[in-house]
């Protein structure tokens, strides 16, 4: 298990840009894929975006496509979550999460596939 602390999140205004971030403690983190989810109040928590273990490859939901960034500093071990163009639906508790993976270039989306999860921080938009 991987202890995960969420970060950056805020009261912001539509249009702005944001940087999550999550610190990483307790595993070998080059070894980790990691994850961003989001739950907007009364929604299910969703998929945002995702990481290989290469910090190559990456996902993104259809939702946030274009104005996500996900990325990872090894020697930090951390990962980060831009954000650009704030709107109102991107209002949500983030969730970091993390999965021990085998595979160098896997990415996965369903929230059943990782091990560990962060607190969450959350973001509100105003419009």
């Known amino acids: 298990q991987v202890q995960l602390i969420e970060s950056g999140g805020g009261l912001v205004k539509a249009g702005d840009s944001l940087r999550l971030s999550c610190a990483a403690v307790?595993?070998?983190?080059?070894?980790?894929?990691m994850g961003w989810f989001r739950q907007a109040p009364g929604k299910e928590r969703e998929f945002v975006a995702g990481l290989a273990t290469s910090g190559v490859n990456s996902y993104y939901a259809d939702s946030v496509k274009g104005r996500c960034t996900v990325s990872k500093d090894n020697a930090k071990t951390r990962v980060y979550l831009d954000i650009l163009s704030l709107k109102a639906d991107d209002t949500a508790v983030y969730y970091c999460?993390?999965?021990?993976?085998?595979?160098?270039?896997?990415?996965?989306?369903?929230?059943?596939?990782?091990?560990?999860w962060g607190q969450g921080t959350q973001v509100t938009v105003s419009s």
């Open positions: 307790g595993r070998a983190f080059a070894n980790l894929s």
């Open positions: 999460a993390a999965r021990q993976a085998a595979a160098w270039h896997s990415i996965r989306i369903r929230e059943e596939d990782y091990t560990s």
